[in-house]
């Protein structure tokens, strides 16, 4: 239920006291605005709900008093998260009918769509889903979100071992998170009309537990975790007996059909930003798509050319590129050295204003590998930050070992990578906000992949003509698989493409690893659908808005400064985006 991070009552007090505890904090170092604050004062029931339902995804957004708590699957889950949601909806509606000022009515009317969304999924959910939980995963996301700073205070180690032991069922409640999961998919299982998870998703949770049971304990070890050694080894039991029952009672009732009821999808292709029908949505990403691989082909063909290389296609092209992977310890020193030289382009081309601060770049542990063997942006806490930066994680590749993926870890992939990921992609989007001291509702609850997405897509765009020439074809080969997923994601949940197919497009024309392309279509089927389209989307509605503003100001446009403007938006979707940009660039004019 609902979705936020990729979603999340505790006391009102406690939290509201938080959130003015931020707010005060705040302003001891950056003048607070006077709309951020009752911005942020509205906000706080709505942040509270957000921490009781899934206090794992509040711990990462900051949310220091959800940290020792976690995910309810308590009894009637579902009429309390529909009634905690029904009365802020409420209350935000009584509060904008009140509100004057414009900044604070943007709030709260993203707040307002923010629970009215909640409900609207919930709803679906609960229409037609057998309620599945990964257990697994969320206890090791769960503990690894307290414990994945190099120097980790003690509030958030203790915060762990609580955490910890409430998954284990020795600290609050006498049942483990498995046992409570449980209970709550056999109280609906056989109800009619419902559908179980996709099989295959079942099987992956089943794959991924003694994964994830490992990386619990090697953290529990790290960190000496008071009490680990009985929580894990009864989390270890809990674990075995939900591996059980998947097998026997939830695998039985999972459909070998993956495809979402279409008023579901639907409503999951609005909650990720996705404004258009699916239909509209992959007709335009398969144009875009030929577009892209049209203008890939002479670039690969010069890059053939004078490389020696035996084909020019630019399939072949790619292979002959990804042939020079990074081993070992050297990809930490390569990537460290390619944030310098994007920032150099960055700077010199007048792209986008850097903050001074350094990013971080480090390796991911072997556990973090394992679960994410991708390179990714780790961003920091957007509430209560106490100077927690955001920066680049990148898989541990053990010399000699062939590694899972080969998309990301050889030279040519590392321009794009870093202009998406890092800057002036995820990580400075994340840096601004926090510089910007934004309010809560524009910096995490109006979160929508398709500005996130698709201001890190376009970071790719601006950063590309100043990359060398295997850069730039790598880059756009990242365009075209955005571009696939922006067909196939809506085809695969419309039964117009079968899973199959989609490896070999994937394999075939866009070149991706076969292990990520099981990725990819496990994401479109299961994992996440509706959600990678919102790159394509957001792509679209950012590279229009470009287009109508240099329209309008013509010799006056300045993309430092529209860049930068853009970013002090946080992360409004591309709709209120828009109106907000224009509405800056009216009023400089006047």
């Known amino acids: 239920m609902g979705l936020l991070f990729g979603c999340l009552m505790r006391n009102r007090l ?10 005060v904090t705040a302003a001891t170092k950056f003048p607070l605005r006077a ?5 942020d004062r509205d906000a706080a029931p709505l942040l509270e709900i957000f921490a009781a339902f899934h206090p794992e995804e509040a711990s990462s957004a900051g949310v220091a008093s959800a940290d020792r708590n976690i995910l309810d699957q308590n009894p009637h889950l579902e009429k309390r998260y529909r009634a905690e949601y029904s009365a802020a909806l409420k209350e935000l509606s009584r509060e904008l009918k009140k509100e004057k000022d414009p900044e604070v009515r943007l709030d709260l009317g993203l707040l307002e769509g923010y629970a009215d969304g909640a409900l609207q999924t919930a709803a679906l959910e609960g229409k037609y889903l057998i309620p599945f939980t990964d257990v697994a995963a969320i206890e090791f996301q769960g503990i ?24 284990a069922g020795l600290e609050g409640g006498d049942q483990p998170l498995g046992a409570l999961a449980r209970n709550r998919t056999l109280a609906r299982v056989d109800q009619a009309g419902l559908v179980g998870p996709p099989t295959s998703q079942v099987e992956q949770a089943l794959k991924n537990s003694a994964v994830y049971l ?5 953290l529990a070890e790290k960190h000496h975790l008071v009490g680990s050694k009985e929580a894990c080894g009864r989390i270890a039991s809990d674990l075995a007996e939900y591996d059980k029952f998947l097998r026997d009672v939830v695998l039985p009732h999972a459909r070998k059909e993956f495809r979402l009821p279409a008023e579901l999808y639907g409503n999951l292709l609005l909650r990720y930003g996705v404004k258009l029908p699916p239909e509209e949505l992959a007709a335009k990403a398969h144009g875009a798509y030929a577009e892209t691989q049209a203008e890939m082909q002479p670039l690969a063909a010069a890059i053939a050319l004078e490389r020696k290389m035996p084909s020019s296609d630019y399939r072949d092209v790619i292979r002959e590129l990804k042939k020079a992977q990074l081993g070992g310890d050297t990809i930490l020193a390569h990537y460290k050295q390619r944030v310098v030289e994007v920032e150099n382009i960055i700077r010199k081309e007048r792209l986008v204003t850097l903050p001074r601060r350094p990013t971080v770049v480090r390796l991911a542990s072997p556990a973090e590998s394992a679960a994410n063997p991708s390179p990714y942006a780790q961003l920091p806490a957007l509430l209560g930050n106490h100077g927690d930066r955001g920066g680049l994680v990148l898989p541990y590749i053990q010399p000699g070992v062939e590694p899972l993926y080969d998309d990301d870890t050889y030279a040519a992939a590392s321009w794009t990578l ?12 994340w840096a601004e906000m926090l510089q910007q001291r934004l309010s809560i509702a524009r910096s995490l609850f109006a979160f929508n992949a398709a500005n996130v997405e698709g201001w890190a897509l376009y970071s790719e765009r601006i950063v590309r003509p100043f990359m060398p020439p295997d850069g730039k074809l790598i880059s756009l080969q990242n365009l075209l698989l955005r571009e696939a997923r922006a067909f196939l994601d809506p085809e695969l949940q419309a039964g117009t493409i ?8 994937l394999t075939d024309d866009v070149v991706i690893s076969p292990n990520y392309a099981r990725q990819e279509v496990e994401r479109y089927t299961f994992r996440q659908p509706g959600q990678a389209p919102a790159y394509f989307y957001g792509y679209l509605r950012m590279t229009g808005l470009r287009e109508e503003v240099e329209h309008r100001m013509g010799s006056k446009f300045d993309a430092q400064k529209f860049h930068d403007l853009v970013l002090k938006q946080g992360l409004l979707p591309p709709e209120q985006l828009r109106t907000a940009i224009i509405a800056a660039i009216e009023h400089e004019e006047k």
């Open 14 to 23: 406690l939290i509201g006291a938080f959130c003015l505890a931020v707010i």
């Open 214 to 218: 490992k990386g619990i304990g090697d």
């Open 144 to 167: 690894q979100v307290l414990l994945r700073e190099d120097v980790v205070s003690a509030d958030k180690e203790s915060a762990a071992a609580i955490r910890l032991r409430k998954y």
């Open 35 to 39: 709309w951020v604050a009752k911005s």
């Open 498 to 505: 079968t899973p199959a197919a989609a490896l070999r497009v």
């Open 418 to 429: 870093v202009a998406h990921e890092v800057r002036p992609g995820h990580e400075l989007q």
